[in-house]
């Protein structure tokens, strides 16, 4: 948490967030448990942990898609968690999702051009510009703005195309966080640098900020300005990602930054094979 509160206030604010879910044998689990933590306008935010960690519970909070039990969510200095349904749906035109499995992400029914066009008329963008609006779109995702590429329907991508057009549909509303739920997991090493490598070119370009979660320490050393560390749903060490690469404090901490070294050192050796 900020220690200056006379500062303009972060684009994303999460004040002592909890939420505890029923389990189907009875009792409650904890998923989230006092979350503090902000994320600056065009800023990376690396949030890891292993699964179960509670990530995911995290995001969906954030995302105002399950509502906290405790702790308030602040977007751009305005609480998000207790607007009416009409508020909330203009508000989180300014944070948008990427999900892992990009494939379930889309209707199969819809073409690229469909579900680019719904998310053009959520931004009310002139349906007389849709057409030129997902040209662009995919240009800026690096995709082939063609004709062939419009018509196609989710199935016929590949997994990387895929991702890329979920990049696309979150850019078409113009928002200013992303928030990317491991969306890197599963792709193989050449995909995983590409789409790194995208993510970068568009937050320079458009100054959009990432909360990137992810399980995957070596991706928040590359890629995150500040890391947070999640272990049975507390943060329990955030800081600048240098910090906590060079001298993590906490015990869990100190095992991932670990594990991500040891990676590294086998990807070098593989590499210098």
């Known amino acids: 948490m900020r220690d200056d509160r006379s500062a303009a206030p972060p684009l994303l604010e999460v004040r002592d967030i909890s939420v505890a879910f029923r389990q189907q044998r009875g009792g409650w689990v904890q998923a989230v448990q006092s979350a503090n933590f902000f994320v600056q306008h065009g800023e990376t935010v690396a949030l890891v942990g292993e699964s179960g ?48 499995d990009a494939s379930a992400a889309f209707n199969p029914r819809r073409s690229v051009f469909q579900s680019l066009s719904e998310a053009l008329r959520c931004a009310r963008t002139p349906p007389r510009n849709f057409r030129q609006a997902a040209e662009e779109l995919l240009e800026q995702v690096r995709l082939p703005a063609t004709a062939r590429m419009l018509a196609a329907f989710p199935h016929e991508l590949s997994g990387g195309q895929r991702q890329r057009l979920g ?60 890391v947070l560390v999640m272990l ?42």
């Open 53 to 100: 960690s509670g990530k995911s519970s995290l995001a969906r909070l954030i995302l105002c898609l399950t509502k906290p039990q405790t702790g308030e969510i602040r977007l751009e200095g305005e609480r998000i968690d207790d607007l009416s349904k009409r508020e909330l749906r203009r508000k989180r035109l300014l944070m948008q999702p990427v999900f892992q």
């Open 167 to 226: 990049i696309a549909r979150a850019l078409a509303v113009g928002p200013r966080l992303i928030v990317a739920d491991e969306p890197l997991s599963g792709a193989d090493l050449s995909i995983r640098g590409q789409i790194l490598d995208l993510l970068i070119d568009i937050q320079e370009r458009r100054g959009i900020a990432y909360l990137f979660i992810s399980h995957d320490m070596a991706l928040a050393r590359a890629f995150a300005h500040r």
């Open 232 to 273: 049975k749903g507390r943060i329990v060490e955030q800081g600048p990602a240098d910090a906590i690469f060079s001298s993590p404090q906490h015990a869990y901490t100190k095992v991932l930054v670990s594990a991500a070294v040891s990676l590294d050192d086998v990807t070098a050796a593989k590499a210098g094979a």
